[in-house]
Nanobody, 124 residues
Framework: QVQLVESGGGSVQAGDSLRLSCAAS????????MAWFRQAPGKEREFVQGISSSGGSTFTANFVEGRFTISRDNAKNTVYLQMNSLKPEDTAVFYCAARMGMVLTTKEDDYDYWGQGTQVTVSS
């Protein structure tokens, strides 16, 4: 069983930055592809960014292209999401997710493990 715990959320103003962290348990973190999803009020959960198990490949949703950067440190069992130029429409609960395998996917159902989420609120 993989345990994921997100942190780093908060309330900021438009244009500000935040860095989210996701700490994973276990000794097999390097075997998992990781992703960040978000769920805004009244909307479905959506893919934000994903990263392969090695960190060599990433995939980014169009709505955060150029603003968000996913990264991972396998030695620390941690994945990060650096968020710059935040917009009010970024307001959501952000979730860390993991799946066993090398192949990146944006499909929610392909991920096996989920954190509890961290709230990001961006005011204008």
């Amino acid at each position: 069983q993989v345990q994921l715990v997100e942190s780093g959320g908060g309330s900021v103003q438009a244009g500000d930055s935040l860095r989210l962290s996701c700490a994973a348990s276990g000794r097999t973190f390097s075997s998992y592809a990781m992703a960040w999803f978000r769920q805004a009020p009244g909307k479905e959960r959506e893919f934000v960014q994903g990263i392969s198990s090695s960190g060599g490949s990433t995939f980014t949703a169009n709505f955060v292209e150029g603003r968000f950067t996913i990264s991972r440190d396998n030695a620390k069992n941690t994945v990060y999401l650096q968020m710059n130029s935040l917009k009010p429409e970024d307001t959501a609960v952000f979730y860390c997710a993991a799946r066993m395998g090398m192949v990146l996917t944006t499909k929610e159902d392909d991920y096996d493990y989920w954190g509890q989420g961290t709230q990001v609120t961006v005011s204008s």
